[in-house]
C-alpha cells in the first residue's frame, strides 16, 4: 500500500526547519530551496507554526491544470513530476489549494513531494508521519 506524508500535530511544531533541510538533502543540496515541504510561521512561537505539504489529493487540481500533463496523478493520491514535459509555466502553483507546490527558481519548475520521508526521519517533534493511502 503506498504512504504519503501526513501532519500528525502542527502544534508541536517549533519551526526549526529540520523538516526542510532533510527535503532539501534529496537533491544533495543545502539550504531550502528544492525544499517540497514548507514551514509557515503563523505568529512565531507563541502562536506557532503550519506545516505545508502535499496532501496527496485525489484528484489532484495541479495536475489538472497542466497544459503539458506533466504531472501524473498517483494511485492513492498526490502526483508524480515529469520533468521532461513541465514547461515552467507555474499554473500547477496556482492551482493547488494548500499553497504545498513549491517553485524551484533555478530550474523553473515545481518542487514535487515524492514521499520519500526524509522529512519524517529528521523531525525531531514528531509533527509528521508517512501514513498508508489508498
Excluded at 503563523?42 to 487540481?61: D, S, T
Excluded at 527558481?105 to 518542487?111: G, I
Excluded at 515524492?114 to 529528521?122: A, D, F, L, R
Excluded at 525531531?124 to 501514513?131: D, F, H, K, L
Aim: one cysteine or more; glycine letters at 12%; hydrophobic letters at 35%.
Amino acid at each position: 500500500m503506498a504512504k504519503r506524508v501526513a501532519v500528525v500535530d502542527s502544534d508541536l511544531c517549533v519551526g526549526c526547519g529540520s523538516c526542510m533541510l532533510a527535503c532539501n538533502r534529496r537533491f544533495a543540496e543545502v539550504g531550502y530551496g528544492k525544499t517540497a515541504i514548507h514551514i509557515r510561521s503563523a505568529g512565531g512561537i507563541e502562536r506557532g507554526f503550519v506545516v505545508v505539504v502535499c496532501r496527496a489529493c485525489k484528484n489532484p487540481p495541479c495536475a489538472k491544470v497542466c497544459p503539458e500533463d506533466a504531472l501524473i496523478p498517483r494511485e492513492g493520491g498526490g502526483v508524480r513530476l515529469l520533468p521532461n514535459k513541465c514547461i515552467g509555466c507555474g499554473y500547477c502553483v496556482e492551482a493547488c489549494p494548500f499553497g504545498a507546490v513549491l517553485w524551484d527558481e533555478e530550474m523553473d519548475k515545481p518542487v514535487i513531494c515524492t514521499y520519500c520521508g526524509y522529512c519524517v526521519e529528521y523531525c525531531p517533534y514528531g509533527v509528521i508521519e508517512m501514513r498508508e493511502v489508498g
